[in-house]
């Protein structure tokens, strides 16, 4: 599910019904975690109109629950209704709300955090191109985001573009810091042309994506004004970027959200609005 509110040249994106992520966190009890009891906000869900108790929707269970209450309580049990928290408690204090149509989601120990925001993101251009990207986020050794460049590569037919759109920066290798060569590149996609962008400053460049903009590759892999400015439509090589069809434009949105969800962010601050794109799509989703 897809909620917006705008506000003056910007777009928040809440992007999943419950703010909530689950982490594989050791098993060991916090140190400072507070009595069940204490976290209890309603152990029972009353109907206004009939006084018959409520089932949550969804239980979660067996967890190390962050309430990020005033005194930081963690619990292990949390129940939601009508995307609400209804319930927070031990597994006992919440077990009353469980029904026959309730799912009930075994948390094994595992540690849940209140699902987090991100207040400054480009999310309206993300999903624009996001099938032909290759992320190499987080990423820590040069032979390794050669590697994911190449495993796209090798998906794609030849002459299609790959682009690396931001994300990254050139001391994020422990092993190596830097940018990539024009022989690294060349290597890692032969027959595709593909370009990694940092910031709006500049970008590395293989030999197919340079001959494309009409540049040199002699001259090394790095290129910078006017291949990549900060202005829409940003630069040579982002106009270089064919357009994708509504339907996989569609699951681009989708494969993004996937995307942020799995980093732990439920929902984002578009701060591009309005020359980033179209967000027609979003509204009817």
């Given at each position: 599910m897809i909620r917006k509110s705008h506000t003056k040249n910007c777009i928040i994106v809440i992007l999943s019904f419950v703010g909530l992520l689950l982490s594989a966190c050791n098993n060991q009890t916090p140190s400072n975690s507070a009595p069940a009891s204490a976290a209890i906000v309603e152990a029972t869900v009353l109907d206004e109109d009939t006084a018959t108790a409520i089932?949550?929707?969804?239980?979660?269970?067996?967890?190390?629950?962050?309430?990020?209450?005033?005194?930081?309580?963690?619990?292990?049990s949390l129940a939601v209704n009508e995307d609400r928290i209804v319930a927070v408690g031990s597994n006992a204090d919440v077990n009353g709300l469980i029904g026959d149509n309730t799912r009930v989601i075994d948390l094994g120990g595992n540690t849940a955090i209140p699902g987090l925001i991100d207040n400054h993101i480009h999310f309206i251009r993300m999903p624009q191109r996001w099938n032909l990207q290759a992320r190499i986020d987080g990423i820590n050794t040069r032979q390794a985001a050669l590697d994911v460049i190449a495993e796209k590569a090798a998906s794609m037919e030849p002459g299609e573009w790959i682009?690396?759109?931001?994300?990254?920066?050139?001391?994020q290798f422990a092993d190596e810091a830097g940018g990539f060569t024009l022989q690294e590149l060349d290597t890692a996609a032969p027959n595709n042309p593909v370009f990694l962008q940092i910031l709006y400053t500049h970008a590395f460049a293989n030999t197919l994506a340079i001959q494309a903009v009409g540049g040199d590759p002699s001259e090394g892999s790095r290129l910078g004004s006017p291949y990549i400015v900060a202005e829409p439509p940003y630069g040579l090589l982002n106009e270089q970027m064919p357009p994708v069809s509504a339907a996989q434009l569609e699951q681009n949105v989708l494969d993004v959200i996937a995307a942020l969800n799995k980093?732990?962010?439920?929902?984002?601050?578009?701060?591009?609005?309005?020359?980033e794109g179209d967000i027609s799509l979003l509204d009817s989703m």
């Open positions: 089932y949550a929707d969804t239980v979660f269970m067996n967890g190390k629950i962050l309430t990020v209450d005033q005194n930081f309580s963690i619990v292990e682009m690396v759109q931001g994300g990254w920066s050139e001391g980093s732990g962010l439920t929902s984002v601050y578009d701060v591009g609005r309005p020359p």
